[in-house]
């Protein structure tokens, strides 16, 4: 396998500024109301988008740690086509997906109007704040190549 600079450990001021803007979207995602569970799952969907194997193992697991069901994360790649996830989940998973694929819709009036509709103005930055931080992990993880091992 390919060795990479390890972006995290090259320049740890630079990550400890990222881990610590990750806290800080964390407590505004808990003051917002935003589920655990639900934070984990943004956290995998952004990932899968961005196919960050090191993120996903990790996020996969403390999301079941954390008492979500295998069913729901088998189908979160499809949320849309699913009745699994309520209308507070489908709206910051449809935020998150925007976000992180911000250079094919920027995103677009019609998600954010269906987001406006049932999170908060709190609920809604805190879902924009994790989704840039975990979008900021997977280019991290991704780069450096992080290893993903049985």
Same mark, same amino acid.
């Given at each position: ?9 090259s320049?740890?001021?630079? %990550? ?32 899968q988008?961005?196919?960050?194997? %090191? ?20 189908? +979160? ?6 009745? %699994? ?16 694929? +911000? ?8 998600? %954010? ?25 997977n ?12």
């Amino acid at each position: 396998m390919e060795t990479r600079v390890n972006l995290s450990k090259s320049d740890p001021a630079a %990550y400890a500024a990222l881990l610590a803007m990750n806290k800080a979207a964390s407590e505004a995602a808990d003051a917002a109301g935003i589920d655990p569970k639900l934070r984990e799952l943004l956290k995998v969907r952004a990932s899968q988008l961005n196919g960050c194997a %090191y993120c996903l193992r990790m996020h996969t697991r403390d999301a079941l740690k954390l008492g979500e069901t295998t069913d729901r994360l088998a189908v +979160v790649a499809a949320w849309a086509d699913s009745e %699994y996830f309520t209308a507070v989940e489908r709206a910051a998973l449809a935020l998150c997906e925007s976000i992180t694929m +911000v250079s094919v819709d920027h995103v677009p009036r019609g998600v %954010y109007t269906m987001a406006s509709a049932v999170l908060s103005d709190e609920q809604i930055s805190a879902v924009a704040w994790l989704s840039a931080a975990i979008n900021m992990f997977n280019r991290i993880a991704i780069t450096s190549r992080y290893p993903v091992k049985p």
